[in-house]
């Protein structure tokens, strides 16, 4: 049973627009969330991260909005570049302690395009 | 420059000769992660380790072995590859306390014929 879900396997958006990344989760005891991005042929990169105290998070063209009562948070980005094209990664975390594993869903690819 | 390293980056084997995958992180971090990539299934745990000598099964440890004798290391241990565990793994640290922000090695892509 997959506990974090990304249903939009890829996703295209145009230069200079936004770009909306969606996920949902399962299990209400998460309590701290990460966005990841990979390029091809390296590894997976932290983004952005939130609290589940919070329900915002900001950092320059990356924001991540979180909604507790509809488990789901999404990450936008304004404006799109090309190069934020990259496979995107949503995790989370549950339990009081920092070294819980991480649960990732399965990933978006986002394609900007010129 | 802090960094995770893992070797080899590209490994090509048979079923049933063991091998091994490196993985070593210079950030004196406490905590270590394997973790494979399939194409649909995300990234997924298969073993981590809070610190040297303690190590735990994540979520898909079958045929697969690691150990932590020193902090900055962390080896995965194939003994008998199969195809099904044909994969991209990368290795992960992260510190101690409440960071969340885990470091990825930049991959191993091992095909088992």
């Known amino acids: 049973d997959q506990q974090v879900k990304q249903n939009s396997p890829s996703l295209s958006v145009q230069e200079g627009r936004i770009s909306i990344l969606n996920c949902d989760y399962t299990n209400s005891m998460f309590d701290y969330f990460l966005w990841y991005k990979k390029y091809p042929a390296e590894g997976p990169t932290f983004l952005i991260s939130?609290?589940?105290?919070?329900d915002k998070n900001e950092d320059g063209r990356f924001t991540v909005f979180l909604n507790k009562s509809a488990k789901h948070l999404s990450l936008h980005i304004v404006p799109s570049q090309p190069g934020d094209s990259a496979v995107y990664f949503c995790a989370a975390r549950f339990g009081n302690s920092g070294n819980t594993p991480l649960v990732f869903g399965k990933g978006t690819r986002l394609s900007v395009i010129a | 420059e802090a960094q995770v390293t893992q070797n080899p980056r590209y490994l090509i084997t048979v079923t049933g000769k063991k091998l091994t995958v490196t993985c070593s992180q210079n950030m004196n971090h406490e905590y270590m992660s394997w973790y494979r990539q399939d194409p649909g299934l995300g990234l997924r745990q298969i073993y981590y380790?809070?610190?040297?000598?303690?190590?735990d099964k994540g979520d898909v440890p079958e045929g697969y072995k690691v150990s932590r004798k020193e902090k900055r290391n962390f080896p995965l241990i194939l003994e008998s590859p199969s195809p099904n565990q044909t994969s991209l793994y990368f290795c992960a640290s992260k510190g101690a306390g409440d960071t969340y922000e885990q470091y990825f090695g930049p991959g191993t892509r091992l095909t088992v014929t």
């Open positions: 380790s809070m610190n040297v000598e303690v190590t």
């Open positions: 939130i609290s589940s105290i919070k």
